[in-house]
């Protein structure tokens, strides 16, 4: 399981990256984490990855230029 987890976590500093062009904090890696834990729970990995990169494309972070 935790090879998993690093996995997501890799893939989440990456989509945080491109998206937002820097990594997560240490709370909202763990909020991202739990979010897309339980959306695996009712769909697939690929689904649950797509649910966060719409949560990130709709951030006021990316919408919003600094």
Known sequence: KRCVSAT???TINRMFMLTLGHEPSADR??????F???????????QAL???AHVLFNSSEFVYIR
């Open 8 to 10: 997501h976590e890799a």
């Open 29 to 34: 890696l763990q909020q991202s984490l739990d």
């Open 36 to 46: 897309v834990k339980a959306r695996e729970a009712v769909s697939s990995r690929e």
């Open 50 to 52: 797509t649910d966060l």
